[in-house]
């Protein structure tokens, strides 16, 4: 069976509705999003379930001064047996407590007889450069993964020469190595960044092995930061 799996952080002041448009068009079968904010008018959870997905959601607590929750979904045409939510790890003495705690949502999906292990991540923002933060998120994300039926999709926030997309693509395939970038539409991306454009490559959808992957594409809205990725995966 062949399902289109798309990704997309749809940014914390992304476009709502622009967001939703392109996602009807789009006829994923399985979607990850991440900067989720089902408080935010209008609601997108309700609005994309309205497009006849399921969904599973959760969030952590960040340093945002609203007070609102920000996390990952995942959506699946398929039914979502069940969900779960791995945070990727605990603030201690070790971590600054400026850094955002960040987490992996978990969906397992029952596609005809086979259960899909669907993840949807978004790593720490660390102006692509190495973290050692990062580095200890990415070894806590494979920890969890299932050998066989994975999909990983996120905004990993690092380059695809990073020793973390490096790590990734050590234990899952890449459905797009070519490395084509999807960020930054705005320069209010990352202020501190002094983006001049979409240059940089931060989104990503991995498949465990035995899954077979083709025909990436990175979309072309305007209503986020970052440009939406996807791919053919044949289960």
């Not at 086979?114 to 070894?139: C, G, P, R, W």
Request: glycine share 6%; proline share 4%.
């Amino acid at each position: 069976m062949q399902l289109k799996v798309l990704s997309w952080n749809i940014w914390l002041d992304g476009d709502l509705d622009g967001i939703v448009e392109f996602i009807r068009a789009a006829d994923a079968d399985i979607i990850g999003l991440q900067e989720v904010i089902p408080e935010r008018e209008p609601d997108i959870l309700k609005s994309i379930e309205g497009l006849g997905y399921h969904s599973a959601f959760d969030s952590v607590t960040e340093l945002r001064k609203d007070g609102k929750k920000m996390g990952n979904a995942i959506f699946s045409r398929n039914e979502i047996k069940s969900s779960q939510t791995h945070i990727l790890y605990e603030t201690d003495n070790r971590l600054s407590s400026e850094v955002e705690r960040r987490l992996a949502l978990q969906a397992d999906i029952q596609v005809n007889d086979t259960i899909l292990h669907v993840f949807s991540t978004h790593l720490a923002h660390t102006h692509q450069k190495q973290s050692n933060i990062q580095d200890l998120q990415v070894e806590n994300l494979i920890k969890l993964l299932p050998a066989e039926k994975t999909i990983v999709t996120g905004d990993f926030n690092a380059t695809p020469v990073s020793g973390v997309i490096q790590r990734m693509r050590g234990v899952l395939n890449d459905s797009d190595p070519s490395g084509a970038p999807t960020w930054s539409v705005y320069p209010d991306g990352c202020k501190v960044c002094n983006l001049k454009g979409i240059d940089v490559r931060l989104d990503y959808i991995f498949a465990s092995k035995d899954l077979k992957s083709y025909s990436p594409a990175i979309g072309n809205s305007k209503a986020s930061d970052h440009l939406p990725v996807s791919a053919m995966i044949e289960v």
